[in-house]
C-alpha cells in the first residue's frame, strides 16, 4: 500500500484522468471545468452584468458537486495520503528559479515567492495573483475550455478547434515562462 | 414540513452524489502526481520534464480509445443512450487568442481551473484571489465578447 504515499507516477494519473473523464461522460455529463466559473458567476449575480449569466444554474448542479469534491480529495490526499509534500524536480529547473530569486524550489508544492500571505500582502504579489486568475477566467472563456476541456476531451476526440486553442496554451505559457516571468522576478 | 423538503432535497441530489465521489477521485489524482504543483506547470513550459507531457499525454492516448467506442456506439451510457460528445466551438481568432491569453495565466499561476479548486482544499487561501480573479475573468468576457474577434 505504499505507493499510494509516494508521488504518483504519470502513466498511473494519466489513465486515472481518463477514468474520471469516462465515468462523467457513461453518467451523461462531460468533462470540463472552467464552464464551473460561468455557473459560479451566475451564482453571484454576474447576470446583472450579461444576459447570459442569467440561466438556470441549478441545471450544473453535478458539476459543482464535483468540484466541490476536488476540493474534498485536495484536502484528503495533502492529510492522509501525503508523507513528504516536496516535488522532486530537475536540478536545471531549481537552478533557473534560484537566479529568478525562488528559494528551495520544490520544497514544497507551491511557491512561496507567489502563494505565502506575506507576499498577497503585497501590492505586486496580489496583482499577480489576481491578474492570474484574470487570464486563465478570461482565456478559458474565450476559447471555450481549459486543459479538460480541450487539451484532454477534445485532442482525444480529434477536434481541431482544441489543437488550436492548446497550442495557443503553449504561446502564452511559453511568453510567460521565457519571457514574462524573468521581468516581474 | 420543512424536515420533509429537506429528506425530499437530499433523495433528489443523491443520484448526484456520484459526481461528488468522482471529483473527489480527480482531486486525489491531480494531487498526488503533482499536477497542482505549480513548480510541475513551470518545469513543463521550460522542457526540463517528462512528467506534464506523460500525464495529459497518457489521458489523450487512452481518452482517444474510450472515445472511439462511445462513437462507435460500442459503449452506451448508464441508460443505453448513444454518449455524444459535443462539438466545439470553431473560430480560429477565438481559439489562438483565447488560448494564449489562458497559457499566459496558466503559466503564471501555475494552475489552471481543477487545481485551483484542489488547492483551495489543500488549504492554500492565497488560491482564493486567483479564483476570484478566474470569476471576474469570466465575467469580463461575457461583456466583452461581442467587441472580439471569435
Known sequence: MNFI????????????????????????KKFGVSSNLETLCAIGGAGKLSDFFNFDWRKNTWNLLFILG??????VAFQFLTIDASVDLNPQTVQDLADLGFQNAGAQYLPNEIFSIDTMLTLKGFVILIVAGILVG???????????????????????????????????????????????F | MVYIAINLLILKEMKNIKFLILGILFGII????????????????????????????????????VFYFFNKGLIKSYIGEQIIIAPKKKGFYRNIFGGIIFGLGWALAGACPGPMFILLGRGVATIAIVLFGGLIGTTLYHMLKSKLPH
Open chain 1, 5 to 28: 504515499f509516494e508521488p504518483w507516477a504519470w502513466y498511473v494519473a494519466g489513465p486515472m484522468i481518463t477514468l474520471v473523464m469516462f465515468f462523467l461522460f457513461y453518467f451523461g
Open chain 1, 70 to 75: 476536488t476540493i474534498i480529495g485536495g484536502f
Open chain 2, 30 to 65: 491531480l494531487s498526488k502526481a503533482e499536477i497542482i504543483s505549480w513548480y510541475r506547470i513551470y518545469e513543463m513550459f521550460k522542457f526540463q520534464s517528462f512528467h506534464m507531457y506523460g500525464v495529459i499525454g497518457s489521458a489523450v492516448l487512452t481518452g482517444m480509445i
Open chain 1, 138 to 184: 478570461f482565456g478559458s472563456r474565450y476559447a471555450g475550455g481549459c486543459t479538460s476541456g480541450h487539451a484532454i476531451v477534445g485532442l482525444s476526440n480529434f477536434e481541431l478547434p482544441s489543437l488550436i486553442s492548446v497550442i495557443g496554451f503553449f504561446i502564452g505559457g511559453l511568453i510567460m515562462t521565457w519571457f514574462i516571468l524573468p521581468l516581474i
